[in-house]
């Protein structure tokens, strides 16, 4: 197992595959309301795949084969919640969507939570929470930081606020596959893990629980949700590192240097 380092070049057409997965992301996203089934927002992004071209990072990914486009994850659902006809989102509920695709051979891969019609405060708090401990995760990811450095600052923002990291999933590094060398854990200590180089580029995605750590899968064999049934939120950006900072690829507003903001 070792890191691919990427070239200008191809860090260029990583940014062109991650604008269409930021696209698709915002489509989504968009659609998200109560009365909406999760199947209906997992069609929304195959015919959106379909109009860009790109080809789906998730479907028919691992065992037993992924077999939606979007992961679709609901309140105490961590991530990889499979779309379903009968899962119908309610106000308040917070909905963490997960979009993966390759364009040029390039992987890109982004997930944010939402929250479909009224907010609850204490949903709005761990999705704001989540929110912000990826964008100090992305402040550190700049050249001769070390990679704990990065999981460090999702787990101090995480639990100040008395919320809990989960460690079972990771971050990895990303390009012409989805998963990659290095794992990226969402705590650490800082100063420790890998020298982080120019030309390493990381999908960075903290899922935070409002109660403990721990996980379990459902029977569907994907579905991972809080042990103790309390809210999870979820947000990933694919990140290069440049020798200006770092390019946040999934978002637009970003350049070289500049993390830009959702
Ligand atoms: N963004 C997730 C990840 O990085 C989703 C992939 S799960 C899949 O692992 F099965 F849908 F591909
Ligand atoms: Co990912």
Redesign the pocket.
């Known amino acids: 197992m070792k890191i691919v380092y990427k070239s200008l070049d191809e860090i260029r057409q990583m940014r062109e595959s991650a604008l269409v997965v930021a696209g698709i992301l915002d489509e989504v996203c968009r659609a998200v309301e109560p009365g909406v089934s999760t199947w209906e927002l997992d069609r929304i992004a195959r015919a959106a795949i379909k109009r860009e071209s790109v080809v789906s990072?998730?479907?028919g990914?691992?065992q037993p084969p992924?077999p939606?486009?979007?992961?679709i994850s609901i309140n105490e659902e961590i991530?990889?919640g499979i779309p379903r006809k009968d899962k119908i989102i309610r106000s308040g509920d917070l909905v963490s969507v997960?979009?993966?695709s390759f364009k040029h051979g390039m992987c890109a891969?982004?997930?944010r939570t939402v929250i479909a019609g009224t907010a609850t405060p204490e949903g709005q708090k761990l999705v704001d929470t989540t929110r912000r401990s990826l964008d100090l995760a992305i402040a550190q990811c700049v050249v001769d930081n070390r990679l704990e450095d990065v999981g460090a600052a999702v787990q101090g923002c995480a639990e100040a606020e008395g919320y809990s990291v989960v460690r079972v999933?990771v971050?990895?590094g990303?390009g012409r596959r989805?998963?990659e060398d290095p794992p990226v854990h969402n705590y650490g200590t800082p100063g420790r893990g890998k020298r982080i180089k120019r030309g390493l580029v990381i999908?960075v995605?903290p899922m935070v629980n409002a109660g403990s750590p721990e996980v379990e899968v459902l029977d569907d064999g994907?579905t991972a949700v809080t042990k103790d049934r309390s809210l999870s939120a979820h947000f990933?950006h694919t990140i290069a590192i440049t020798d200006e900072g770092p390019w946040v690829l999934t978002r637009p507003s970003s350049s070289p240097g500049n993390p830009g903001h959702d």
């Open positions: 990072a998730f479907l990914y691992a992924y939606a486009v979007t992961c991530v990889h997960d979009f993966g891969d982004s997930a999933f971050g990895h990303i989805m998963h999908a995605e994907w990933e």
